[in-house]
């Protein structure tokens, strides 16, 4: 009955926000597993299994499966959609051949089309091929479902790699150093690919001691919004590294070492308009040294001095005013990637036990990543310029530096289960930032896990105050191809910090998440509903900070089209006022044409005015985004973001806030491209330019050139010497930067 009084999304909602407390309490109470043995259903499951083939003469990576290793090497077809229709045949024929020697995996890939109009390929930059046709080789080297790595490529040989996490996601941010190269045939488009072992790592073999790795190929194709696997993947079991088949055979692999060393120059002259109205011209030159050694094939030692951090691809703008808590943004710098996946805790929504952008300005770093039987292990050490850069030489702090240091110890004891600890400081004069953290992940069968974290703090800040406090995240979830529910508890006392790490506020917090998600396996490819209910209070009083009622009916339609709604009834407490907000949103994407692709997000509602008078406003954000690919060499990234906000009492406008992006880039050749920025903000009343051109040789090999121009509006400048109503340069930079790999 409900399932067809669901067919009204208005009753739905007005269901949920009426009954959001028994919706947590069925979610707390239904669908909680039995005690069962974890590791029976995994760790004896029957693996789709294949060998890789011995080759003494490896293949030209050309793109051509005319090479005489693909005639003996293993050939692999018959792949399984993951969706739309999972566990069916796939529409379209793959073949996947794979061969070895001591130094190399190699593949040879054959994508077909029945129709080659809907083949979807661009030339483009590495890892920009998210929409596009592609094959990707999965690696889990240990077998023990907690890593794996990807290697992705398209019909014109483009590279995409990632790191994959056994709670889901990946890092994308991560490079390895590998071949490739693909075409278009009349029937599809082929590939191959060579993927040094050194690049990974791995566990350690006596001689003749056959390897037994985790394996998977997937194949994406966009145009018919499909995705298919060579070992079956279920949406009933949680994850997809566990259900990775097995690749065997392989023996006597190189012992070499790798070593790699990446020399970095910058240079920029820039200029800047000082108080007085002046443009003053600068220019810097610096250079710095990545060092990576592999000790053993699955223990790395990096080191980086003076490292070149800068932000060739700079942070995405945001709307940032009026917002209660701090903006995240995304780790993107080299150094802190490497073996980021070890330092990652899971943790819920409001905080990040490592937030390695704290530190901003390091002179050096070292770090020491690997896995030594079933325990992973990560040790960084690193200093902090950026405290010490201020303008007082008589301050104690003047020219001083943080110093910081963070360990982490992870131990298998299952599939896809782990116990771990981890501890960090940071101490900048008499201050300190100390944390000691132990947590686990636990899978229990098929579809259910458990999380749980507890960590301790303890402070100083600048005025010699000490405080200590704890944090505790408890999370248990089911996954689903139906059915699915995630209940959470937080615990976060007043006095804990983390400055290593990124955090919101401090409360007690209890989550309750509801899914349940149909597959009519027709033109509508399937729909669900999810009720979220999310309770915060204050830690010492108990009183409400905020509860959270949200109904999401989301839909995915064939041809790539897919529609999200949202609709909610919250209560927040801010500054002693109690608000009721209700709000609803909508989300489309729309992804039909491989030349175009549209993605609207409209938001309306009540939505708090945060400062010392607080108010309820009336909210309108509007996001339009729009990707052109009218040839494969071109594309071009086109968005529009609003934020409106209305004074309820006096219906005055308080704010309308426009930020304008577009990102166009042109690829010559596989190695030469040339990207240009435009962005406009009507907050700060800023226009900017950025003009990059790229020449890459590798993932490590490569020469940047650009230009970066800044202008604001005189009116929102201090400067009074200036005309009004007009826009004046702020900064103008030129910048080169070289970077080489070399690897032995």
Known sequence: MFASLCRWPIFCARFFLRHSG??????????????????????????????????????????????????????????????????????????????????????????????????????ADRDKTLNDDTVAIYLDPFLDAQRGYAFSVNGFGIQADQLLSSMGGGDVNWNALYESAGMLVEDGWIAEMAIPIKSIRYPRRSENELHRWGFQIQREIKGKDEIVNWSPVSSNILGTLTQMGVIEGMQNLSTHRNLELLPTVTAVRVGRLNSAGNFVNDHVEEAGLNVKYGLTSNLTFDFTYNPDFSQIESDRPQIEINQRFPVFFPE??????????????????????????????????????????????????????????????????????????????KHDIYTDSFVGAFVADREFLDQYSRVVDIDGVFRLGANYQTQAKYIISRHRDANNVERSGHAVDIMHRRAGRNFTYVVAWNDITPGFRNDLGFITRTFRRYIGNVGYRWWPEHWLTNWGIDAWFDHAQDYDTGELQEQVRRLTINSLFAKNIAVTGIFEANREHFLGVDFNKHRFSINTLINTNRKIQVGLNVSTGDQIRFSSDPFLGSATGVNLTVTLRPMPRLQSDISVSTNRFRDLRTNARVFDIKIFYAKTTYQFTERLLIRNIVEHNTLTKTFGLNLLGTYRVNAGTVFFLGYDDRYQHTDSMDIQSYRPDQYQRTNRAVFTKLQYLYRR
């Open 22 to 123: 028994l919706m947590f309490i069925l979610a707390v109470t239904v669908g909680v597993p039995a005690p069962i043995h974890a590791q029976t259903s995994l760790d004896s499951a029957v693996r789709l299994t294949t060998t890789a083939v011995r080759t003494e003469v490896p293949p030209v990576i050309d793109g051509n499966l005319n090479d005489v290793v693909w005639e003996t090497a293993t050939r692999l077809s018959g792949f399984v959609q993951q969706r739309p229709l999972e566990g069916a045949p796939a529409s379209e024929k793959t073949e996947v051949y794979i061969a070895y020697d001591s130094e190399t995996l190699y593949f040879g890939i054959y994508a077909y089309y029945s129709d080659p109009g809907l083949i979807r390929a661009n030339r």
């Open 332 to 409: 993107l710098r080299p150094f802190f990637i490497e073996g980021q996946e070890i330092f990652n805790i899971p943790f819920g929504p409001p905080i990040r036990m490592v937030q390695t952008r704290t530190i901003v300005d390091p002179q050096f770093g070292a770090k020491l990543t690997g896995k030594l039987g079933k325990t992973s292990i990560g040790f960084m050490v690193a200093n902090d310029e950026a405290p010490g850069r201020i303008d007082d030489p008589s301050s104690s702090a003047y020219q001083k530096t943080a110093k910081i240091v963070m360990g982490r110890v």
